[in-house]
């Protein structure tokens, strides 16, 4: 099984129309996710946090300790 976490917003609806048949097929807008979440458009932590959902890997609440640990001093989280 493939899984496919595609960071985009542009023709959202079109590209879940043409992966319909995979299952593991998400679109994340992340770059809007963090604009909201810390202010800066850094993908990089709700594609994470979007990865450990879907794949329940790891304790979501235990990763987001980690990750704000690490880089609160950097951003300011609103609601994360």
């Keep these: ?11 959202a609806n079109e590209l879940k129309k043409l992966f319909s048949e995979y299952q ?5 807008d992340a770059t809007d996710i963090a604009r909201k ?3 800066k458009p ?5 594609l994470v946090g979007a990865l450990i ?3 329940n890997f790891f304790e979501l ?20």
């Design 1 to 11: 099984a493939s899984l496919f976490l595609l960071l985009t917003y542009f023709l």
């Design 24 to 28: 593991f097929f998400y679109i994340i």
């Design 37 to 39: 979440e810390i202010g």
């Design 42 to 46: 850094i993908p990089n932590i709700p």
């Design 53 to 55: 959902k879907i794949t």
């Design 61 to 80: 609440d235990k990763v987001k300790d980690i990750v704000r640990e690490k880089v609160s001093h950097k951003f300011s989280f609103t609601t994360c």
